[in-house]
């Protein structure tokens, strides 16, 4: 049977994912992929940027964790042959051919983005067929998560080889609530395998993706979290896992407030890595407790959300780049328009593109409109 709960927490993800980048893309620390803000951090301070303290150090892992737990669903389901497959067509031709034919435009705009913030024009000289180059590898960015997860899905067939059995997997659901807290101790130790000295060429790469992390906590919602036991301890927990999500979050903006919460340092505190694990067991749990339910509206972000992911930003891009650098609103009104626009148009784009032969499969990995 169909768990509703676990759609519903991630299109809800995906949605935090749309408003983040809403203020991602105006914040005052010059984070890698904004524009900038409206001031100077702490000569302006940006209140409105405490959206990005509370929803980073969680709504990435929640993607992979959920990943992890569909995972094991559906290679109950079908054969390791049969997902791979799907899972190639899914992840890996949109990250791939889906940037020649669609992610250039995003490449486009994070080029004009990249050259604001640099303060040079990053594409003056260079020939036309070598910009389009560059702007299909920088559409690579709103998408390392498809392209991280596709090689996740490889490498998790290599361990279904290894232990054809389940040997393992039948271990895990005797985890009870304390060795589910505990399991954060993993959360951190991924977070510690970011590279802190930030000057290191390396360093921007792979703190974006994070592949030692992220392969963590897949293979604990994989291994451990898939199992109906384990979920439902989870479920019952729900009220004071997230009453301390709420309380170590509150702690750490007021004690982090200002701070760049993309670097390694940040992301690989104590108190970060305690309200990111709190956070993603308390939103596990709730939306098993109160939202294992589906009505039109779930079904349509069910089948949507991936969609939106995709398309999202460069209505973010374009229309908070044209909007900073040509006209003059007041702040105010760009965080609306701009909010207004990525959960209004990015529906548009996607439906529009879906309906395209072709290109719904280059661009949503998709077979059908």
């Excluded at 995906?14 to 620390?29: D, G």
């Excluded at 992929?33 to 209140?47: A, C, S």
């Excluded at 930030?198 to 993706?209: E, K, M």
């Amino acid at each position: 049977m169909r768990k509703h709960w676990i759609d519903n927490l991630r299109w809800a993800t995906v949605l935090s994912v749309l408003l983040y980048h809403v203020i991602y893309f105006f914040n005052n620390k010059w984070v890698f992929g904004g524009i900038g803000g409206f001031g100077t951090f702490p000569e302006l301070q940006q209140y409105q940027d405490v959206i990005m303290y509370i929803l980073y150090p969680r709504f990435m892992p929640l993607l992979f964790l959920l990943a992890g737990i569909s995972a094991r669903y559906s290679l109950q389901k079908y054969s390791g042959k049969e997902w791979i497959k799907y899972r190639t067509r899914k992840l890996l031709v949109p990250a791939t051919i889906g940037l020649l034919v669609f992610q250039w435009m995003t490449g486009y705009f994070n080029t004009q983005i990249s050259s604001v913030a640099q303060g040079v024009d990053l594409t003056a000289g260079i020939p036309w067929v070598a910009k389009y180059l560059m702007w299909s590898l920088s559409g690579i960015w709103p998408l390392w998560f498809i392209q991280l997860l596709w090689i996740f899905c490889l490498l998790l067939l290599i361990i279904r080889k290894i232990d054809a059995k389940d040997k393992f997997w039948n271990l895990c659901w005797k985890a009870n609530t304390v060795v589910i807290i505990l399991l954060g101790i993993l959360f951190r130790l991924g977070e510690k395998t970011l590279i802190m000295d930030t000057t290191n060429p390396f360093a921007g790469l792979l703190n974006l993706y994070k592949p030692a992390f992220y392969w963590i906590i897949f293979l604990l919602w994989y291994f451990v979290f898939s199992h109906d036991e384990v979920q439902e301890k989870v479920k019952k927990a729900w009220i004071p896992l997230l009453a301390w999500a709420i309380v170590s979050g509150v702690v750490l903006i007021i004690t982090t407030w200002g701070q760049n919460n993309t670097e390694p340092q940040y992301l690989s505190s104590w108190l970060c890595c305690l309200y990111g694990w709190l956070a993603c067991l308390g939103l596990m749990g709730w939306f098993n407790a109160r939202f294992d339910w589906k009505n039109k509206f779930s079904n349509y972000m069910t089948r949507s959300s991936f969609g939106l992911y995709i398309v999202h930003y460069l209505v973010i891009g374009s229309l908070g780049y044209m909007m900073k650098m040509y006209t003059q609103p007041s702040p105010l009104a760009m965080y609306l328009i701009l909010t207004v626009a990525v959960f209004t148009l990015s529906p548009l784009l996607y439906e529009l593109l879906r309906r395209i032969p072709f290109v719904r499969w280059c661009v949503l990995g998709e077979k059908k409109g």
